[in-house]
């Protein structure tokens, strides 16, 4: 019996064996491939455009300090290290950090700005010699995640700084470089404690163990997982050395939450909590970051600021006993306060209705999956201070129309469009009141009437045609009746419901003259107005009906602004894009994404039409905006739907261009005119961008000529209505108006300019 149970003993035990030998063999296999592979699902990185410092820019010294706050760089009293900057009057002196960019490396640089006469005057190296342009670092703004959520910076072990290792492994793990992925010792602290307690309330592992369980495993306390996480430690150590085991416990090791987002690994720790880059951490914020690591929740700098402190000044002391540190550099640590951000890394979520643009762009030569895991460096046109112009203009502006016009508070909603007429980029987007928050993307998918923001598209159409329509061609105000195809009739009626009579083309759409523009379109022909949609960069072209004319089509803001921004470039169309170039990893480009430019309508018809929206600025329906601007060489259009449901404005400078829309989305009446509404805040938001003005004479090679409108004939110094309006060669007035002298035979265009 004795014999039999011992040849029992031993088969199972073989057994067992082969089985823990087994079972072992394919957890080895399992942890080499997923190790050897890719390690991370690394998201798509959004960056904004650089600021570039160039001597005549026009910026201030506040202006520049406030974009290095912005992205994480400190004032200091001596500047030495990269992300450091001293403003000293009208000097600044700045140590910036490298950056490499789609088109080369741009180096770190210690320089010496100089600002004067409204701009800056120049820029000086530390050597003495001129630096004609540099740029500072790029803004991170968003990333494109998984759906799990997780986030990284990777880092390589040699960029870590040396003391941040030195104070882990102190802290964390102080036999690392002796153990062979288990610390027996610590594992019989951790069991006797565990024994006490009836559970699993203490362990010992080590960084291997650690990183097995976060890179593997789940945080389940089980004497089952604590046995397989020793097993797969043990194998982790014999295939990979010390130093490839230490930087994936770097870029693994979880520090935080940021809403949806897991912060993974120092390097977006570093970011998240300072706002700066890895290499720039000081003693104390190195001390937190490896306290945090012993509970991420428990010690929150942010939400447990007492619990964090006193656990950092435990890590400092440690610091100090290893001698990692000197007794007064830990001193002063231990004074120091957390200097964590007040919020966290707002690069990645202030911005989600820009970064949803930059998304949706991508999706169209990338799979989601190549975004959300190949860790692209995406660079784009975003302009965070116009950004954060756009979001402060709508935020106090609509505040401003609520308590102005008793409307309860909160119930308007807006959306806004910036971007630059020369090159088609899209600077700045804001999806909704609450910027900052993800949700319905208001500027990309609120397709709503655009009322009178059509008309210039009809007059475009007219002025297309120079030997039929001028400026000055009067056309009739009068009652419109169309017997429609389903047995209705439409029959129009003028905002103020009073008839006009014959008003020239430009005052019928400054004014914004409903029955005019009907009957002007219905003379050019609607098809004509339909095809001004697609010459100007629209997608689709609407239905040509008689309603066309009067905005009876939904756009969202975006598309609204491809329109005016087609416009204020003189008719050339650059489709809007909101990406500059793509790199992978490893900053190697991918994708540079190149100005598409292509004509449009005619450009002498355009420069009329701008001249026509500057009258909207000057004396028609967007004249209460001139109270911000120094100069009145703007253009725009204001836009009205019926009951008052949607208020536009969509306007620019030669270099800006900005759309906006008010409303509600219940589509509940805003009570609001495209001027009492969308225009106030438009011009808050333009008035701190101070856009160029228009070229309104120059353009399109047409001739300014003095004229009396409401005659449609030429004028002179007699005349006391005469307006200089510009006309296509050979298509002005030949007529003069009986107010003037009677015109000598021959007289020609620069008498008519100066009216002799």
Known sequence: MRHRLLV??????????????????????????????????????????PLELYAGKRLGPQDVVHELRRIGYRTRSTVERPGTYSLRGDSLELASRGFQFWDGVEPARRVTIGFGDGGIRGIQSQDGGTVPIMRLDPMLIGSIFPKHGEDRVLVRLEDVPPLLIQTLIAVEDGDFYSHYGIDWSGIARAAWANVQAGGVVQGGSTITQQLIKNFFLSSERTWVRKAKEALMAILLEIHYSKEEILEAYLNEVYLGQDGPRAVHGVGLASVFYFGKPLSELLPEEIALLIGIVKGPSYYNPRRNPE????????????????????????????????????????????????????????????????????????FTAFDPRVQAVAEQAIREGLDA????????????????????????????????????????????????????LAKPLVYLAALSEPERYRLTTLIPDAPVRLDMPNGSVWMPENYDQELHGDVPIFEALSKSYNLATVHLAL????????????????????????????GAVERSPLEVAQLYNSIGAGGFVTPLQAIRDVQDREGQPLERFARKLRGGPDAGAVSLLQWAMNRVMIDGTARSAARYFRSSA?????????????????????????????????????????????????????????????????????????VVPAMDALADTECQDRVLVPYLPGSAPVEWAPCARQAEQGNGFWERLFGS
């Open 523 to 550: 003379d050019v022909g609607m098809q004509d107005v339909a095809r001004q949609y697609v010459l100007l960069g629209d997608d689709t072209k609407p239905a040509p009906l008689p309603s066309l004319a009067l």
């Open 8 to 49: 029992a003993g031993l088969v199972v035990l073989c057994l067992a064996a082969s089985a823990l030998a087994l079972y072992t063999f394919r957890l080895d296999a399992e942890l080499r491939a997923r190790f050897d592979g890719v390690r991370w699902a690394l998201p798509a990185q959004i960056y904004a455009a």
């Open 307 to 378: 619990r964090a402190l006193a656990r950092r000044n435990l890590v400092i002391n440690r610091m100090e006993e290893d001698q990692l540190i000197a007794p007064e550099e830990a001193r002063q640590a231990a004074e120091a306060d957390l200097g964590v951000r007040a919020r966290g890394d707002r690069g990645t979520s202030q911005y989600p209705a820009y970064v949803d643009l930059v998304r949706r762009q991508l999706q169209a030569q990338y799979r989601e999956e190549d975004l959300t895991s190949e860790g692209l460096r995406i």
């Open 401 to 452: 129309i609520e308590r102005g016009r008793d409307i309860e508070s909160g119930t308007l909603e807006s959306a806004a469009v910036v971007t630059s007429v020369e090159t088609g980029e899209i600077l700045a987007l804001v999806g909704g009141r609450q910027a900052g928050y993800a949700g319905f993307n208001r500027a990309l998918d609120a397709k709503r009437p655009i009322g009178s």
């Open 634 to 706: 703007l253009a725009g259009k204001t836009g009205t739907t019926d009951e008052l449901r949607d208020s536009w404005f969509a306007g620019f400078g030669s270099d800006v261009q900005a759309t906006v829309w008010v409303g509600r989305d219940d589509n509940k009446p805003a009570a609001l005119t495209g001027a009492s509404g969308a225009l106030q805040l438009w011009a808050r938001l333009m008035a701190s961008l101070d856009p160029r003005p228009v070229d309104l004479y120059g353009a399109g090679g047409a001739e300014p000529t003095w």
